[in-house]
């Protein structure tokens, strides 16, 4: 199997390659008068889009939420239209996706593109979830743009960290008068594309000629349903006693005519809704703000919108036209915390007038200013994704405070107390983080390596022990690798199965390999420390004797490491269990391009690279080791890697991760040290305990919530299959997860265990109350867990003797 590098095909080609496809995704029509304002203004030639339209709902064929008829149109706009429902039938498009680089998913993007094409951009919308997510999988090399034409761009969302890394710009409706959105803020290097609601909504007015439009003669209201019983946010009595709620308001406030605008499915509602003279169907069939563009500004101003977190409330809002919320306070009372639709609903809530749910249905004067709704935005942002908004929990947290106590309390009415929490807002001696967050740093430039005339490029650091059952494999990676600038360094870690003899041949037949030998086992930390101090190589690749690599695979990496200069290359694997073989890739935002080591720590609750520590992930360069002392920890006899890639990433300044995948990783090993059931599995919390210290001061206190996650995770993982343990060590694993969690103050265990699952979230609170630990292990992994635990417990006495 040869080795593909993608970063040296995109070296190999033309100067001047063809422009490939953009790919538009539209989930309704106002989602389509986006992409044709966003492909005008990114200059895309007509015959290089191609338009993927979906329908989200769950019972589209009979209950559609993008009707065929809002399509026409739109689609002459668009070389290539494709029904993304029609593709995957009978897969439903809010729940399908397929992972990268999989035969499902070369197969799909075959389909979607046409024959010979490339795609160079994806524009996209609601990134987080299906479809969407679906397409970005299909092409994961393609950049990404995204878009919103409604109020969810305004706040912040958890989104996955290695997508957001290819986004480069947020088309978005300035909803907000100028008002940054939020959905990506956290992230660097974005670009803010604002769209006046009028260059958006030209391409909608024009293509509804000669639709009938209602005039305004007076003071008119419109009523804008919404259709939030079918997405699950309220139940159908709830939603019906709102729309009511909202017609009763419109009349209230002396409007001549109500105009009543539902959604296609909501069709049946409106004979309930029409017995008073003055309320009617809006006429046409375009969007609100289509009609408001075609009215006069004084027509304009007799016009208010009624409903209750609609988009449309705050486009009428910008083009002069008044605007009411109704029933936002028992939507944020009914929604639960992390909802998305929270934000959307707080803002209506907080900028524009109210009508309650109960009473007259009296008009209240707004609550706040823009402004303070700026702050509001970025408090909620940071409580819906503390862990990806992590640099701006202090400065948010000291905004909130410089408040008087009563604004103060009219933010927090919009946030749970466990969100107050996650904020930091204890009293002051309990703040857990008051140092500034370390500055952002920016991408490292190439500094590519020159070699001097003989002189070796790679050394291969390999410790082995007793590989005697895989050392067919080792040499087949070194024939298929063999180069004269590479070298293999073979520590030959005190083995008693012939492994020594057999190292010993293979460097008399090749030259290049070299055989270091320790008289008995001091375990794998102590092998790659001698083979490092040992190595003659700019840089070197650490590998395990019962792995194997691909043809070429050394050599590539040789090229990408001399071309880059970087401290650090990282690849992806093969995880190889019995016959089945999974591609895993780092969880990085771009490949083969320089990163800075340190923004790839984060986030808390998100697989980051530095939680990827097998050795064999590593090129490294040898002077950046020898400077720096970064040796493995020979205290530690498991997770010693955890430790050393913790350090590594702190003092690198760059990092490129690969695109060449071709290491081969046997998981499940008998006999390797993530198999034993001895003590030595439990090294983890010593580990994490060393890397505290390494961040437990000045601003890298702000990586100590990932630290004290990860060693949560894997403790609980421990208990989660404590049946690989003996039985009496299952016991001290639990106590010595309790001991070390009972260190931690309660602001460190709630920065550190953000969007922990339900069930390990009762597992921790079992382990701080002290629950007995067999108790605490029937939770985790179940009987089997606490299978031999009475003999543990009872030293094996006869049951007449307890």
Not at 147 to 162: A, N, Q, V
Not at 480 to 503: C, H, K, M, P, Y
Not at 580 to 594: A, C, E, G, N, S
Not at 777 to 792: D, Y
Request: glycine share 8%; net charge neutral; hydrophobic share 45%.
């Amino acid at each position: 199997m040869d080795v593909v590098n993608a970063a040296q095909v995109s070296l190999a080609s033309p100067a001047t390659p063809t422009p490939g496809s953009t790919v538009f995704l539209a989930t309704r029509e106002h989602g389509l008068a986006m992409c044709l304002a966003i492909a005008e203004r990114l200059g895309v030639p007509v015959a290089d889009r191609i338009l993927v339209v979906a329908d989200t709902s769950r019972s589209y064929e009979v209950q559609p939420s993008f009707p065929v008829e809002q399509r026409a149109g739109y689609l002459d706009a668009f070389a290539t239209v494709v029904d993304w429902n029609q593709l995957i039938w009978p897969e439903r498009a809010q729940g399908w996706t397929c992972q990268p680089g999989t035969a499902e998913a070369k197969l799909f993007a075959a389909a979607v593109v046409p024959s010979g094409r490339t795609v160079d951009r994806l524009v996209l919308e609601s990134i987080q979830v299906p479809p969407a997510a679906a397409l970005a999988a299909l092409f994961p090399r393609a950049e990404l743009q995204l878009y919103s034409d409604g109020l969810m761009t305004y706040g912040g969302r958890p989104l996955e960290f290695s997508l957001v890394g290819r986004v480069t710009a947020m088309h978005y409706r300035d909803l907000l008068g100028g008002v940054r959105p939020r959905l990506l803020s956290q992230a660097d290097a974005i670009e803010d594309q604002p769209y006046p609601i009028a260059d958006v909504e030209a391409f909608s007015v024009h293509r509804h000629p000669g639709a009938a439009v209602a005039e305004v003669t007076g003071p008119t209201a419109v009523v804008l349903l919404q259709y939030l019983a079918h997405l699950g946010l309220l139940s159908r009595a709830r939603e019906l006693t709102l729309n009511r709620r909202m017609i009763e308001a419109a009349l209230a406030s002396g409007a001549e005519q109500v105009l009543v605008k539902a959604h296609p499915a909501q069709a049946g509602d409106l004979a309930g809704l029409l017995a008073d003279p003055r309320v009617r169907p809006f006429a046409g069939g375009g969007s609100l703000e289509s009609w408001l563009i075609g009215l006069s500004p004084a027509e304009r101003a007799q016009v208010t919108v009624f409903s209750a977190f609609s988009t449309g409330l705050l486009g009428a809002r910008q083009l002069g036209a008044g605007a009411v919320a109704v029933g936002t306070a028992d939507l944020l009372a009914h929604l639960p915390a992390g909802d998305g639709n929270r934000i959307p609903v707080a803002i209506c809530d907080a900028l524009l007038p109210r009508v309650t749910m109960t009473g007259t249905p009296t008009i209240q004067p707004s609550r706040f200013g823009m402004d303070e709704l700026e702050l509001l935005l970025d408090l909620l942002s940071f409580t819906n994704d503390p862990a990806g908004r992590w640099r701006s929990r202090t400065d948010v947290a000291a905004r909130l405070f410089a408040l008087p106590t009563e604004r103060r309390q009219l933010f927090t009415d919009y946030l749970a107390d466990g969100d107050l929490r996650l904020l930091g807002l204890f009293e002051a001696d309990e703040e857990p983080i008051t140092e500034p967050t370390p500055l952002r740093e920016s991408a490292p430039p190439d500094r590519p390596v020159d070699l001097e005339p003989g002189e070796i490029a790679l050394s291969v650091v390999i410790p082995a022990h007793n590989i005697g059952n895989y050392f067919a494999g080792l040499k087949a990676s070194i024939l298929g690798n063999r180069s004269a600038d590479i070298e293999w360094v073979i520590v030959d870690d005190g083995s008693s199965d012939g492994t020594r003899q057999l190292l010993e041949t293979l460097a008399e037949q090749f030259g290049e390999v070299r055989v270091l030998h320790h008289d008995r086992a001091l375990g794998p930390s102590a092998a790659r420390n001698n083979g490092i101090r040992n190595a003659r190589g700019r840089y070197i690749a650490l590998m395990d004797a019962d792995d194997w690599v691909a043809v070429n695979y050394f050599p590539a990496l040789r090229d990408q490491a001399l071309q880059h200069g970087a401290d650090l290359l990282r690849v992806g694997y093969f995880e190889v269990i019995g016959g089945k073989t999974i591609v895993r890739r780092q969880p990085v935002p771009r490949q083969d391009v320089p990163l800075p080591a340190r923004e790839l720590l984060m986030p808390v609750d998100q697989s980051a690279a530095v939680d990827l520590p097998q050795p064999w992930l590593n090129v490294c360069r040898r002077d950046f080791l020898l400077a720096n002392g970064l040796f493995f920890d020979e205290e530690l006899h498991t997770a010693e890697d955890r430790e050393w890639t913790w350090r590594v990433f702190l003092r690198a300044a760059s990092v490129v991760s690969s695109s060449t995948v071709g290491y081969f990783w046997r998981r499940e090993v008998r006999g390797s040290l993530t198999q034993i059931g001895d003590a030595r599995q439990l090294h983890y919390l010593a580990a994490y305990q060393k890397v505290a210290v390494l961040v437990a001061s000045g601003s890298e206190r702000h990586y100590l919530p990932k630290v004290h996650r990860s060693m949560v995770a894997i403790g609980l993982s421990h208990l989660e299959r404590s049946e690989r343990l003996q039985p009496k060590l299952r016991l001290v694993a639990v106590r010595d997860l309790r001991r070390a969690l009972r260190k931690l103050s309660e602001p460190e265990l709630i920065l550190a265990t953000q969007g922990l699952s339900f069930r390990r979230a009762r597992m921790l609170r079992m382990l701080r109350q002290g629950v007995p630990a067999p108790l605490v292990l029937l939770m985790a992994g179940g009987r089997s867990a606490v299978r031999g635990l009475s003999r543990a417990v009872f030293g094996g006495q006869p049951a007449a003797q307890r």
